[in-house]
């Protein structure tokens, strides 16, 4: 962590709020204001959105779960959203 390099802006978000690694790769980053999940393969180099989750605005945390499953909680109404 001693230098840092921006990979990629995410779209048009504002606030990334959480990160997720998914190993091999892979790496989840959850949003505020739009509630979007977007996906990386190559270590965070590039991004691409993979789902909004329903309505909500905030993805405030992200768990890996193990076998491709990951947890995504929301705001505002504190929902939880599973990975199938």
Known sequence: GATWTLAQRLGTETQVLSLAYLGGGRCLAG???TGRV???TDYGATWTLAQRLGTETQVY???YL???????GTYPTG???TSI
């Open 79 to 81: 929902q939880t959203f």
């Open 61 to 63: 945390s992200l768990a």
């Open 66 to 72: 193990g076998g491709g499953r990951c947890l995504a």
């Open 38 to 40: 977007y996906v990386s």
């Open 31 to 33: 949003t505020g204001a």
